[in-house]
């Protein structure tokens, strides 16, 4: 059973920021839970609030002030929802991931604000390093997500990433969670690289069509055999071959997709610095929600 003791959403108040309290809006409401706006102040950085020498806990109450004042205008648009906000001061991944202990939450929502090229390499963002060390499943908004699809007003059509990986079995279990409980379509996509499909391929180039028709119709069992009875009628299987972030990219946009859930694979934080991951890309592509579940044992 999915808990949502809590649903944290972060902003550095920023307008980009800010799309994501609209989707935690709508699950906290969902989940008669309580949304926590966190806002934290890298003390490195005071600048942005037109300060050099300031005292820390003076800056704090002003800033908190200020953040209150304007959630609150945002949030009047919304339908109601119990809602409450924690400013703390520190580097910013560090100061998120205890607000969600602290707040025992079972979700944290933010949107990206992925830079480029060396800076990229060098610093990577929070959202990175929360995608790859947060204990909770941690939903993404694009930064580049129109304000019309990040602000969802219902969750309608999921679709889960499998690669049959311990982690994508997580991923099930979580999206299968999140259609009942929104009453949601739901589709379930694999993607079998193009690589792989050649190798395939290769064995018996004389049977490519058989061949790759058998490999359709295998994955596609193996699908369908993790789909709970309870939601066989609302859910789709779809097998695609190609990169697997362009593939379950177009397959969202065909499907009209609310929601993507895909696992994250456990390489360390630097390696996927350099490597990245089909998450990350379907991220980075920027169209769609991104829901990241990661095995914490």
């Not at 929360?130 to 007003?153: D, K, N």
Request: proline fraction near 4%; glycine fraction near 6%; include cysteine.
């Amino acid at each position: 059973m999915l808990e949502m003791p809590a649903v944290v959403c972060a902003t550095d108040l920023s307008e980009v920021s800010n799309k994501a309290i609209f989707l935690a809006a709508y699950i906290a409401r969902s989940f008669q839970t309580k949304l926590v706006i966190a806002h934290i102040i890298d003390l490195p950085a005071v600048t942005p609030y037109g300060e050099t020498m300031v005292d820390p806990q003076e800056l704090r109450v002003r800033v908190e002030e200020a953040t209150r004042s304007q959630m609150a205008d945002i949030l009047a648009h919304l339908e109601p929802v119990d809602w409450e906000l924690r400013v703390s001061l520190g580097y910013p991944a560090k100061e998120i991931q205890q607000i969600v202990t602290d707040t025992k939450a079972g979700l944290l929502v933010a949107a990206t604000h992925y830079r480029s090229g060396l800076e990229r390499f060098l610093l990577g963002s929070v959202s990175r390093k929360l995608m790859f060390t947060l204990s909770v499943p941690f939903l993404i908004i694009p930064g580049a997500l129109p304000l019309e699809r990040s602000a969802l007003r219902k969750i309608e059509s999921i679709m889960i990433a499998c690669d049959f990986s311990e982690d994508s079995e997580l991923a099930l279990s979580l999206g299968f969670e999140l259609a009942r409980h929104l009453k949601a379509k739901l589709t379930l996509a694999t993607v079998i690289d193009q690589g792989q499909l050649d190798q395939i391929l290769l064995t018996d180039p004389q049977r490519e069509s058989s061949v790759a028709d058998q490999v359709v119709n295998d994955l596609t069992n193996k699908l369908k055999a993790f789909v709970p009875e309870d939601l066989q009628d609302q859910a789709s299987l779809a097998v695609l071959a190609g990169h697997p972030h362009e593939e379950l990219n177009k397959r969202a946009i065909l499907g009209h997709v609310d929601l993507i859930v895909m696992g994250v694979h456990g390489r360390g934080f630097i390696e996927n610095l350099v490597i990245g991951s089909t998450t990350d890309r379907v991220v980075r592509l920027g169209q769609f929600p991104v829901l990241a579940v990661r095995q914490t044992h």
